[in-house]
């Protein structure tokens, strides 16, 4: 309630109770100290906003030093080469064709292209070339093994499992002669014999002796005691290899399973 100039009591409107009391003040209060809040807040993130492109460009500007320095200077360079895995290949002919100087910087190092020149040795089936800071190149080499051998005017060649006739050398004890008539990589009976071979388990490849094919469909296989297996084709071989040493254990001097249902010895 209230009163008028002359004393008498009047209703008071509840809008103007309210702007009279005390929500009012605290309105005003809270109103200044979200101001103070906001001017706070603002002198507090704007340093770090300024500082945050600044760390930025500073980390930058030393990796691209650090990288400057790996590529142009001998800080990591090339003093020493590695080579395992090698038997039959001289380490100097690895060496020769991987042909990085000593003193290059190893980030300067194509060691993809370093490991496909190693990989040109004929006796070399494959390479890897790695980078060991601070100062190494690791060269592994893994090299062609003998899977046949056959014979030319020019000498014994040796044949991998691949049809990669890769040296002219003896062969080592124990693999077996390659007989065909055009022995090579592109030459679909040589491949197909190979694969019968290799297919076999190796108590049976242990007395591999000679493998001859005079096409795909005539693969025969003589063991180290003169005894004889008619392969025929390649198709089936899995099963044929599973037969043959059961079947060598029976006497006879010639094992024919071309046909694995119906096999014959005499």
Known sequence: MTTDSQGRARPTAVGEERAAGPDRKGSKRAAKGSKRAARKTR???RPRNRKRPLIIALSAVVLVGLVAAAWFTPVLSVRKVSVVGNVGVPSDEVMT?????????????DVDAAARRV???PKVDHARVE?????????TVVERAPAVFYDTPEGTH?????????AIEPPPPGVPRLKVERPGLEDPVTVDALKVLTSMPPPLRAQVGEIAAGSISDIRVTLTDGRQLVWGSVENTERKSAIALPL????GKVYDISSPDLVTVK
């Open 43 to 45: 002198r507090v993130t």
């Open 97 to 109: 064709a991987l042909a990085i100087p000593t003193g290059k910087p190893l980030l300067q190092v």
């Open 119 to 121: 990989a040109a040795i």
């Open 131 to 139: 980078r060991r800071y601070p100062s190494t190149v690791r060269v």
């Open 158 to 166: 040796l044949m991998d499992a691949g049809a990669v006739a890769y």
């Open 248 to 251: 060598l254990g029976q006497p």
